[in-house]
């Protein structure tokens, strides 16, 4: 049974269209199509439920003739479509007349595609991809205006040569009729009728491929063949083989990986921090990451001369103690743990430099060592996390060595800086509060009007008991 959904085309009154879009619930699953007639490039995805996506990338203009069969994740084959379709070309030639229309079909899980146009009242081009993807263009001349209908067909790779091919058709059966008149339009030959009535393109069709949202699979999953069963990750690769009889350890072996768990007998996998949340693998079981420098914790530096001694001692103690272990025999799977030991090291020996407590020289020959150290332990995180196997025993050594000698400085720059310290002295009591002193009576405002009326009449009255006394005498 044949399913179809019509095509959205960008340009569909151009002569070669610039984009074909599709998208429909088709074969089982959903379709998204695009295609650049132009540019000979094509992309179809098949997205089944709960499964891995499948995709075709047409080339030379071909159609896809068979279900994709190329498995993808689906985030990535929906960023496939989005880039396929982004930036379509410039608009092209529109002087054929009408427009084109397309139709996707999937019958018995094979796509095939039709795009017709009629270019005239009495014939219609046609164009229909094959079972090898090559395109076919007819076109059919209506017994209008001649004598009997008429049909001819063209073989082309690219649908953009089918169409030019097909174009060639038309002209060849319509040259007992005005052909030109009749299939282009006249305001694209006719400039003085075109000012009069310029053309208009017809509107952008909405995008149907903006409707593909799958939701992602598991991350891993089963596929059996002839040997046995095999466990696939979300781009397909193998991460672990079965044998044919062994489908229940197949089974229970995904089941570990999609919830997170490591199977039994599972080999670590190591990889830098970074990698790992970029992934989403910093809580996996199974998983060995190798922390950057920055995601450590940095202890506080020590707040007195005792302190910074013993932290200085503590330092150095265990920088010979991992220098003496990185000489040993060891795994290579303890490389990451080691270097885990190794940054914290660095971590402890920076916090103690960078104590308030430090200056001068010292100090700033201390900060240098803890910085090579530094780039030592990054240089080797980072290439465990690329796969890859750096020399961790000469690592260790060159971070176990810078890492003391910063310690041994840091302690006798802290030591020289404690004779630059104010020496604090004990805070004095509060003093005793001060008896509250009495108010003084206010003095009272002074009246002169009144003050020289007073002394006035206090010289009048010496005056008269002076006359008396004369007067008695």
């Known amino acids: 049974m044949a399913e179809k959904f019509h095509l959205q085309i960008v340009g569909a009154d151009e002569d070669v269209p610039r984009l074909l879009l599709a998208y429909g619930r088709a074969c089982g699953g959903e379709m998204a199509f695009v295609m650049r007639p132009r540019e000979d490039l094509a992309v179809l995805v098949h997205q089944l439920k709960k499964q891995p996506a499948r995709i075709w990338r047409g080339e030379e203009g071909l159609a896809p003739a068979q279900a994709p069969e190329q498995e993808i994740e689906p985030t990535a084959a929906v960023a496939e479509v989005t880039r396929m379709k982004a930036s379509p070309p410039a608009a092209g030639p529109a002087t054929l007349r009408g427009t084109w229309k397309g139709i996707l079909y999937c019958t018995d899980g094979r796509p095939s595609m039709v795009l017709a146009r009629k270019v005239a009242s009495y014939g219609t081009l ?22 009997k209908a008429a049909q001819e067909s063209v073989q082309r790779d690219g649908l953009a040569d089918a169409i030019q091919a097909g174009m060639g058709l038309v002209v060849g059966l319509v040259s007992e009729a005005c052909s030109f008149r009749d299939t282009r339009r006249r305001n694209a030959v006719d400039a003085e009728y075109a000012a009069v009535h310029p053309y208009r393109p ?98 506080e530096p020590p707040a007195g001369p005792t302190s910074a001694a013993r932290v200085a001692a503590a330092t150095e103690k265990e920088a010979e103690a991992l220098a003496e272990l990185a000489l040993t025999s060891w795994a290579a799977s303890d490389a990451p743990e080691l270097l885990r030991r190794a940054g914290r090291l660095i971590k402890h020996a920076q916090a103690l430099a960078a104590s308030p407590l430090c200056s001068g020289k010292e100090q700033k020959a201390a900060l240098e060592d803890i910085r090579r150290a530094a780039n030592a332990y990054q240089q080797a995180a980072d290439a465990i996390g690329r796969g890859e196997s750096p020399d961790v025993v000469t690592t260790l050594r060159r971070i176990t060595e810078r890492v003391s000698l910063a310690a041994a400085r840091a302690a006798k720059s802290c030591a020289a800086g404690q004779q630059k310290l104010p020496v604090e002295r004990p805070a004095k009591a509060p003093a005793a509060p001060k008896p509250a002193r009495s108010r003084k009576a206010k003095a009272p405002e002074v009246d002169p009007a009144k003050d020289k009326a007073l002394v006035d009449a206090f010289a009048q009255a010496i005056q008269a008991a002076a006359a008396q006394m004369g007067a008695a005498s």
């Open 202 to 299: 017809p509107k952008a069709p909405k995008d149907p491929t903006e409707r593909y949202q799958p939701k992602p699979g598991p991350a891993y999953r089963l596929r059996q063949d002839e040997a046995g069963f095999d466990v696939l990750d979300a781009s397909g690769n193998v991460v672990a083989r079965f044998g044919a009889r062994e489908k229940g350890k197949a089974e229970r072996h995904v089941r570990a990986l999609n919830k997170g768990q490591a199977p039994a007998g599972t080999p670590a996998v190591t990889v830098s921090a970074d990698v790992a949340g970029a992934f989403g693998m910093g809580g996996m079981p199974g998983v060995t990451v190798v922390p950057s420098l920055d995601a450590l914790p940095t202890p």
């Open 126 to 147: 046609r164009l229909a991809s094959g079972l090898d993807g090559r395109w076919t263009a007819t076109f059919e001349r209506a017994p209008r205006w001649f004598s």
